[in-house]
């Protein structure tokens, strides 16, 4: 729901939900398809010891952890994609 709890999300707040997860997921499909155009990509190897593959490890782990601690630590449970977004995960009893 809209943070204000009275409306279901627009379309824009459900992007900017998973804008984090695009934006990685994206990223890490355009180096798989240049790894495979280039000819770099070898089944068995060990790819994710090249800078760019271990960027995008940690960026995926940093998005993550800050999902989890801001989860945490505020009294709505609200994750990092709930405050960009201004939405809210409600219980249904």
Do not use: C
């Not at 409306?7 to 990223?27: K, W």
């Not at 000819?39 to 090249?50: I, L, R």
């Amino acid at each position: 729901m809209d943070v204000s709890e009275e409306r279901i999300p627009s379309l824009r707040q459900a992007f900017l939900r998973d804008v984090g997860y695009i934006a990685i997921n994206t990223s890490s499909l355009i180096y798989f398809i240049y790894l495979v155009v280039a000819h770099k990509y070898v089944t068995g190897t060990e790819q994710e010891n090249s800078l760019p593959g271990m960027v995008l490890a940690y960026a995926s782990l940093g998005w993550f952890l800050l999902e989890v601690i801001t989860m945490l630590t505020n009294s709505k449970r609200r994750a990092i994609h709930d405050l960009i977004a201004n939405t809210v995960v409600l219980k249904v009893a």
